[in-house]
């Protein structure tokens, strides 16, 4: 399809636009030829969610480059293909950071860091550890600039944190995988990062000692910014041995099932929080171990970026759950399935053996029935049946029609990509 001599097209019909008045170009061409679009950046999360029938695609990785950055007022304003190592870079060098730590999805998908552009994480809202503490993505977007499906210009926020009309827009976008905006100028809030982090690890293995502990740690007012349980790994040939990647530092290898809780702030007061949770999580009926700063930052990078399930070419699964049912999904999976336990007991990585594809059905009627809801972050090139990759209900799902309706109308932008037919 010719549009635009300017814009470049690549042989499978990828155009690479430069800048927002060609996306919008492209947009409204294809909105006018009821021609449906692929939009991607450096393709890093491209494997979750549905796949797209599309006839284009557009790739947003020449939308490059950090256009405001002020330390002081502590926003960065980027283009949406920047890619992330860019703004993580740049905030370094003023000891800042992006609080809702970031997941590298690179390792799930091929065993290596790969880390994609600002945009993909806007689209997916998938936070990391410190989610229970600090909020998702979603919280941390300040504002957002894109292209609707219509090809108009979009424009919602600013550079601050405030409640004015249109700012909840952000929140609707992030998290929607391109299907109602092309994003192309992001607006975060950054903080200062933490000058040391400790990690308190926790011999444990009973479910209703290991939740009571998540509840005492998510209720203390000692700022704790990271909570998880990993369990022993099931004698299964069909999981990849990666624990001991996990938890291995120097002479110190842990084998069995622990909690890890992680205090962030100054050598006082860490040492202070230390020793209030010492009290209130009565660590002293327990076996522990402390890790130093230098053990703390990579296991928590390690367990951010599901290294865990590095390179797996089994299923994936991202359940969400209130953490007062977390002691019966525990039950469930029991040592059948491969997982963690994330943000404070709300948040469960379970992975399913490619050779038994029809366990997900049962998870997920499990999880509804828990309260919570899965998403289906990786399936095995064996998935090879129709289940929905995202859980909604039909409430919801009308919801989201409507609203995709109003921001695309002839659903041009990844159509199908959250749910069949919307």
Not at 172 to 196: D, M
Request: glycine share 8%.
């Amino acid at each position: 399809m010719k549009i635009n001599s300017q814009i470049f097209q690549d042989s499978n019909n990828t155009y690479y636009p430069k800048n927002e008045e060609e996306v919008s170009i492209l947009i409204k061409e294809f909105y006018k030829k009821n021609s449906p679009t692929e939009i991607t950046g450096t393709n890093t999360k491209n494997f979750i969610g549905n796949k797209t029938q599309a006839s284009n695609k557009i790739s947003l990785s020449k939308l490059s480059g950090i256009i405001d950055y002020f330390p002081e007022e502590l926003y960065i304003k980027v283009k949406a293909g920047t890619p992330l190592e860019d703004v993580e870079k740049a905030l370094e060098k003023n000891n800042q950071e992006l609080a809702f730590e970031p997941i590298d999805f690179g390792f799930i998908e091929n065993g290596k860091s790969n880390k994609g552009t600002v945009g993909g994480y806007l689209s997916c809202n998938y936070a990391g550890s410190r989610r229970f503490k600090v909020g998702s993505v979603r919280d941390h977007v300040l504002g957002f600039q894109g292209i609707n499906g219509k090809g108009d210009i979009i424009k919602s926020g600013g550079t601050v944190v405030k409640n004015v009309t249109g700012y909840d827009l952000s929140k609707l976008v992030t998290g929607s995988f391109g299907t109602l905006s092309v994003l192309t100028e992001i607006t975060l809030k950054v903080l200062p990062k933490k000058s040391f982090s400790n990690t308190i690890v926790i011999d444990v293995k009973d479910n209703k000692a290991i939740y009571d502990l998540f509840d005492k740690i998510s209720g203390s007012s000692s700022e704790v910014s990271g909570a998880t349980f990993v369990p022993e790994e099931p004698k299964d040939e069909n999981y990849l041995k990666n624990r001991d990647k996990i938890f291995k530092f120097n002479d110190l290898d842990f084998k069995g099932s622990f909690l890890a809780f992680r205090v962030e702030g100054d050598k006082v007061s860490i040492n202070e929080k230390i020793k209030s949770l010492t009290k209130e999580l009565q660590l002293n009926t327990f076996k522990t171990f402390l890790l130093d700063t230098y053990q703390s930052e990579p296991f928590w990078k390690k367990i951010n970026n599901l290294e865990l399930f590095a390179n797996t070419k089994n299923n994936l699964m991202r359940i969400v759950i209130e953490p007062s049912n977390g002691s019966k999904m525990m039950k469930y999976l029991g040592n059948k399935f491969k997982y963690y336990i994330d943000w404070c007991g709300s948040l469960f990585w379970v992975e399913v053996p490619a050779n038994k594809n029809m366990k997900i059905k049962d998870i997920k009627k499990n999880t509804k029935e828990f309260g919570g809801y899965l998403t289906i972050i990786k399936t095995s090139s064996e998935y090879d049946y129709e289940e929905s990759i995202f859980t909604i209900d039909d409430v919801r799902l009308i919801i989201s029609k409507k609203i995709k309706e109003s921001f695309d109308p002839k659903r041009t932008l990844n159509p199908g990509k959250m749910y069949r037919g919307v």
